[in-house]
């Protein structure tokens, strides 16, 4: 499978969603319970996620600008912006 073929594909989508719900927030009442976070994080290992998005879950972390973006959508130009 060619790189451009795996970007078209959901798995990427479908990982950055588990990133999301699983990741820690450090906050105890919304983060997922340890062993839930575990399974989470063997799905990224062997689908080979980014270290960006498995460091979300082993700790309370930003998310990199592109994951931002992926996450909120675009952001509007400067000088649209209120």
Do not use: C, N
Request: proline residues 5%; glycine residues 4%; neutral net charge.
């Amino acid at each position: 499978m060619t790189k451009h073929r795996s970007l078209m594909s959901p798995v990427p989508y479908i990982l950055f969603a588990i990133v999301q719900l699983a990741r820690l927030s450090g906050d105890r009442s919304r983060d997922i319970d340890d062993l839930l976070r575990s399974r989470a994080m063997d799905a990224l290992r062997i689908s080979q996620a980014p270290e960006s998005w498995q460091r979300l879950l082993l700790e309370v972390a930003t998310m990199e600008t592109a994951d931002q973006a992926r996450a909120f959508g675009d952001t509007l130009p400067a000088g649209l912006a209120a």
